[in-house]
């Protein structure tokens, strides 16, 4: 057995990872600068946790793993390269994880979170027994990550870091595509691709590294990425795979699956939105072409729950439902608000852009998407250790908001929590979004009517 460091071990997948090398017996160490409640977590199972970066944390390792936020030229790593100390990328661990059974990735803008986790209720429904790793915390996974002693190796791969085209798995899930994650011309940053056709051009090779390829053909850009690859498609409108007759309710959804022409069968959704009616078709294709029992299958989606933070029932206020989500991309904040709409309750978002380059790129196209709700309290950004770009603020979005005529607010934390407070009511739903700490006002929120 060997001895793994992990530099960046907060991080969802990177303590996933080192969650799965303690399950199979591994020494594992950490360290962060602010290490987290994920982090900590790994000590109950025998991890050692160290706050700060240090080449003393490197005496008796055998591996380092860095998370893809370290440079190179980090004293830490640059130490263990000059040991003989051998390097891996969070990436490349996870590659050689995969590696060792057959394996299925699900990489795509919005959605890898939600579709790895329903991949995995549904293979484990099915008597699969799958080892899983999900950028998110699952309820029905128990967590981060599932240790299986089966043949399949389910994982969400994250396409922000630019070396994820290098992986290589039995089939690919591409749930779509669009330009985040993406630097400034001009500008090189660490795990960012170089623009967006830089993005294109890796999943491309991402997808040419797959044994199969299962891919949303209702997204355009999709069906050039994977032109001339074994490939099979779903969709509402396009693919082998397709989902009629939908019917979208506030308690969830139910539709007809079809391959080929032929019913399969009809699928049930605890969890909104049309988006996870599409997330849950990529499911089912994968599941028919493994030769699943569908119908367990069918059974797993319709208990499935959702994901940690993935439009997750939090609490109520004065009546009013408390409801969190995840979503920091206009796409993904559009299709939540839309999801949130079916409730048919009054929706009130609180948004806290994430990253200041992300808001510089587009907080116009995020304030088109926020016009979807009823009313919206946008935050200040939420750096995630980027810089701050000057005139860029949350402040723009709320300010293009008023311009189009529609309700809106830039307000301070205290404020916000303050104002939602006392005008919160009965058939309202407050919905915090993004990818920052903005689900601590919605647990605040939630204890105050707790507390009521």
């Known amino acids: 057995m060997k001895h793994y460091h992990f530099m960046g071990i907060s991080g969802v997948s990177m303590s996933a990872l080192a969650w799965l090398l303690l399950r199979n017996g591994h020494r594992v160490t950490g360290c962060d600068l602010a290490p987290s409640e994920l982090a900590y977590r790994l000590e109950g199972d025998g991890a050692l946790i160290l706050r700060g970066h240090s080449p003393d944390h490197l005496e008796g390792v055998d591996v380092l793993v860095a998370s893809t936020a370290i440079p190179d030229h980090h004293p830490e790593l640059a130490a263990a390269r000059a040991r003989g100390i051998p390097v891996l990328r969070r990436i490349e661990l996870l590659g050689e994880i995969l590696a060792r059974g057959r394996s299925i990735g699900v990489t795509g803008t919005h959605g890898k979170t939600t579709t790895t986790s ?126 009629e007759a939908v019917d979208l309710s506030p308690e969830g959804s139910r539709f007809r699956v079809v391959w080929d022409g032929t019913v399969l069968g009809e699928a049930r959704l605890r969890v909104l939105g049309l988006h996870n009616v599409m997330n849950a078709l990529g499911v089912i294709a994968v599941s028919a072409l493994e030769g699943l029992d569908l119908e367990a299958v069918f059974a797993a989606l319709a208990e499935f729950r959702g994901a940690h933070r993935r439009f997750e029932r939090v609490g109520e206020i004065n009546g009013a439902w408390v409801v969190d989500d995840y979503a920091h991309h206009p796409t993904e904040v559009a299709a939540t608000l839309q999801a949130a709409r079916a409730t048919g309750r009054r929706v009130r978002v609180v948004f806290q852009p994430h990253r200041y380059l992300r808001t510089l790129q587009m907080w116009e196209r995020f304030a088109e998407a926020l016009q979807l709700a009823d009313e919206a309290v946008v935050l200040e950004v939420y750096a995630a250790g980027e810089a701050p770009i000057e005139g860029v603020s949350g402040r723009l979005i709320a300010e293009r908001l008023q311009a189009l005529g529609h309700p809106a607010r830039f307000m301070e934390w205290d404020e916000a929590q303050a104002y939602l407070t006392e005008s919160a009511r009965a058939n309202d739903l407050i919905l915090t979004m993004g990818a920052g700490d903005v689900w601590r006002l919605g647990v605040e929120l939630a204890r105050t009517g707790e507390g009521a």
């Open 118 to 243: 329903m991949l995995g209720a549904a293979f484990i429904r099915a008597g699969k027994d799958p080892m899983v790793l999900v950028g998110g915390e699952v309820a029905d996974l128990g967590g981060n990550a599932r240790y299986g002693e089966g043949p399949y190796r389910i994982a969400e791969v994250d396409e922000s870091d630019p070396l994820f085209q290098h992986l290589q798995v039995n089939t690919a899930l591409l749930t779509n595509l669009e330009d985040d994650h993406v630097a400034a011309p001009g500008q090189t940053r660490q795990n960012y691709h170089e623009s967006f056709e830089a993005l294109i051009q890796a999943t491309r090779r991402f997808a040419q590294r797959a044994g199969h390829v299962v891919y949303n053909a209702d997204w355009p850009l999709l069906e050039e990425v994977t032109a001339g690859l074994e490939r099979v498609g779903f969709g509402l409108e396009h693919g082998a795979f397709r989902a």
